[in-house]
């Protein structure tokens, strides 16, 4: 009994339980099994199993990438950390304390102190000490997204796990019926040869559902992606308009940390489709935008380095923007045309065997 799926990309999570109460009861088996069989072919249609199992190992794959960080920070005073095996409760309390400790607490004293928003010799002199204070504060932010991202993979998980329990249960309660009438053998050479042809026909479609959850997941992070680089690229661009230098360092961090988070939401929609190389990304742009992230502050004073950065955060926006596009594109006019005629075969078959057994059960439920 396949588990397959005819939801979109961003399809919403629809309830399961929904579903299951809203079958209606009946006294007589036949028509108890015709309304299970028909109602199993819509939970079907949610994927609670390939799309479960695909979930599951994203979670896996996530938590690695995010330890990884933790382990590979670059901050003396969590060196010991490195010798131990990592688990959500420590990356809990470290991430708390890069807060309650990050250099940038007194960011904002720091800059209106030293003139680096005003004057471009004093924040050349003293762009090494900022970039610095920021390589540190990404850390940060980027555990905070990775954090973020695993929450919402594992609410995924939750409800994938609830419509396969739903599923599950169905399947019991027709298999039950199924037993009841016929002993659980088949009754004709065509009820097997089409049960046969079913299960074959849900092996492929449940293949290419595996496959959808992780075009999703993709297509998701993108969308981030995108809409993070468009808020970033805004604070930019109203900097300027600003004459409060704390207002002006507000702004400057809420596009850091957005950047950033588009960043890594890049970074794992990278490797969530592992094995496509998603259009309009290149790692030099890459590298660039992670480069005048790092070094933002002291770019303000200087107008050619500001402009600099407005280019280069345009251009990025444009291209995630782009990119997300054809993901969308790329999905709909491949993969989901693919599926979508799996999804049908298994249908017709599914309506066959359903027919073909209606009919074979009301005779031996009237012989009997």
Not at 258 to 266: D, E, F, G, K, R
Request: proline content about 2%; some cysteine.
């Amino acid at each position: 009994m396949g588990c397959g799926t005819s939801a979109i990309l961003d399809s919403p999570q629809t309830d399961s339980l929904s579903v299951a109460r809203g079958r209606m009861k009946n006294k007589n088996s036949v028509d108890e099994f015709i309304h299970l069989d028909e109602e199993i072919s819509e939970m079907e249609g949610l994927c609670p199993g390939p799309r479960l199992a695909t979930a599951e190992a994203w979670i896996e794959h996530l938590q690695e990438k995010r330890d990884a960080l933790v382990l590979n920070t670059d901050l003396t005073q969590y060196n010991s950390a490195k010798d131990q095996t990592v688990t959500d409760s420590t990356v809990v309390t470290v991430n708390q304390e890069f807060i309650n400790d990050s250099p940038s607490k007194d960011l904002t004293r720091l800059v209106i102190n030293l003139g680096v928003l005003t004057d471009k010799h004093k924040a050349s002199a003293q762009e090494d000490f900022f970039a610095n204070i920021n390589k540190s504060a990404l850390e940060v932010v980027s555990m905070r997204y990775y954090n973020e991202i695993l929450d919402h993979t594992k609410s995924r998980v939750k409800l994938l796990t609830e419509n396969y329990r739903t599923l599950n249960e169905l399947y019991v309660q027709q298999d039950g019926i199924i037993a009841l009438i016929s002993g659980g053998t088949y009754m004709t050479s065509f009820e097997e040869s089409l049960d046969s042809q079913l299960e074959t026909a849900r092996d492929v479609r449940d293949k290419l559902g595996s496959t959808l959850e992780q075009w999703r997941i993709c297509g998701l992070l993108l969308r981030a992606c995108s809409k993070s680089a468009s808020q970033g690229l805004q604070f930019w661009k109203s900097i300027k308009a600003l004459r409060s230098p704390k207002d002006v360092i507000h702004l400057v961090l809420e596009c850091r940390n957005n950047t950033q988070a588009s960043l890594i939401a890049l970074e794992c929609a990278q490797l969530s489709l592992p094995n496509v190389e998603i259009k309009f990304v290149s790692n030099r742009q890459v590298l660039a935008v992670k480069h005048i992230n790092t070094y933002m502050i002291t770019d303000i004073a200087d107008e050619l380095r500001y402009n600099h950065v407005t280019k280069v955060l345009e251009t990025y926006e444009e291209n995630m923007q782009n990119a997300s596009s054809w993901l969308y594109e790329t999905y709909n006019s491949t993969l989901r045309k693919d599926f979508d005629k799996a999804e049908s075969t298994v249908k017709t078959l599914s309506g066959k065997l359903r027919s073909h057994r209606h009919e074979l059960f009301i005779k031996e439920t009237e012989r009997k």
